[in-house]
């Protein structure tokens, strides 16, 4: 499979009044054509900081220090303002977590749809009305002409959250960044809105970047995972590897967190400590302060990428590379 996303050095950096936020540093990120890959870890990791600065989005005081994202062999950083509103929504489309904020309340979904599908296409108001009740079909909205005609507010969270696939998909995106777009939906909705997802991968070949928190959603949908921490993807592995052989302290401390179905006298293990402050990341490796093995040299050196396997790295002083006798 051929690489749809490439993201190479990218740093992206907030002005504060105490210092300079060191926020995403991702030195190597490929998404292949067609598949799922997941990017997990915690509250404050950089997930959402990841996402919007694929579709070029950091705003003041923010701002995307240097890097490349090249999508279809483009430089998105480098595009003109007008090219790069061409690519957002007709070849990239994001779903948020909270799709009442992500929704006009004073138009119906059935307008939304339509003005959307005008942006980007040239076609009349009366096929653009077809086109959005078939997408309202194809993310398995009950009885696509009422709902055409209802607010956000008249639909469920769920329904919500179709809407707003069907409008990511509206434009034939290529690309769709999913970002925690199940968090404030229940378990059962949950369910489904993932089943979607992957339905659209495998009847529309749609390529997904799935941001989550939620390693048991990474377990269920991705074929590859990034595990971010600081802004740093720490661990990157199929996601069979990532569960049966994570390699990085904290992509193990994430998984011994993950509720198992037995938790009779069970106490959920958490991982001591907190994310540390953007302006004052620890020298060496990030992850050190909270880490159980912490040794000397984590305190002073980076930990460089080391490759474990195929298509798996661990960014840990511990690690040991593929075909080490030890490892
Ligand atoms: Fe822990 Fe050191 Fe590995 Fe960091 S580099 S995760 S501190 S062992």
Known sequence: MENILEIKNLKVDFATFRGTAHVLDIEDLCVREGEIYGIAGESGSGKSILALSILNLITPPGRIAQGQVI???RDLLKLHPREMNGIRGEEIAMIFQDPMA???PVLTVGQ??????RQHRKISAKEAEKEAKRRFEDVKLPDPDTTFKKYPHELSGGMRQRVLIALALSCGAKLLIADEATRALDVTIQAGILDLLRELRKNNGTTILLITNS???AAQMCDRVGILYTGKILEEAPVRDIFKKP???????LIDAVPTANLKDQ???NIGGFVPDPIDLPAGCTFGPRCPHVMEVCRRTKPE????????F???HLAKKSGDDNG
């Open 215 to 217: 390693l048991g959603v």
């Open 102 to 104: 992500s929704l006009n």
């Open 112 to 117: 939304q749809m339509v003005i959307t599908i």
């Open 71 to 73: 999508f279809s062999g």
């Open 247 to 253: 390699s990085h302290p904290y992509t193990k401390a």
């Open 267 to 269: 106490r959920l293990p």
């Open 305 to 312: 990428r080391i490759g474990i396997g195929p298509d798996h």
């Open 314 to 316: 661990a960014s840990c």
